[in-house]
Nanobody, 115 residues
Framework: VQLVESGGGLVQPGGSLKLSCVVSGFTFSGYSMSWYRQAPGKERELVAVISSDGSSTNYADSVKGRFTISRDNAKNTVYLQMNSLKPEDTAVYYC?????????WGQGTQVTVSS
């Protein structure tokens, strides 16, 4: 099983980034997918979640209206489009897959928002 995130980097406040997570080793379309993040000295927090068929999404209040989660089941990929980025969005972003009690984590990708 692999979940490989990409797309992180350094961006100025107000800028945008699009994260991708490509998965392999399990039936992607059967899993809900989420993005979590963890800032230095803070607990890991849920950012966004999308249902297995993509019909339902939910977001943390702190990112509503700025971030969009989406998925392409044909490409085994989940995305996180991040707009209007703020310094407080700086964190390691993790991809997470869940089906009942089976869960998988990616290794994370660093996002730094700074001028």
């Amino acid at each position: 099983v692999q979940l490989v995130e990409s797309g992180g980097g350094l961006v100025q406040p107000g800028g945008s980034l699009k994260l991708s997570c490509v998965v392999s080793g399990f039936t992607f379309s059967g899993y809900s997918m989420s993005w979590y993040r963890q800032a230095p000295g803070k607990e890991r927090e849920l950012v966004a979640v999308i249902s297995s068929d993509g019909s339902s999404t939910n977001y943390a209040d702190s990112v509503k209206g700025r971030f969009t989660i989406s998925r392409d089941n044909a490409k085994n990929t989940v995305y996180l489009q991040m707009n209007s980025l703020k310094p407080e969005d700086t964190a390691v972003y993790y991809c997470y897959a869940r089906r009942v009690r089976t869960t998988y984590w990616g290794q994370g990708t660093q996002v730094t928002v700074s001028s």
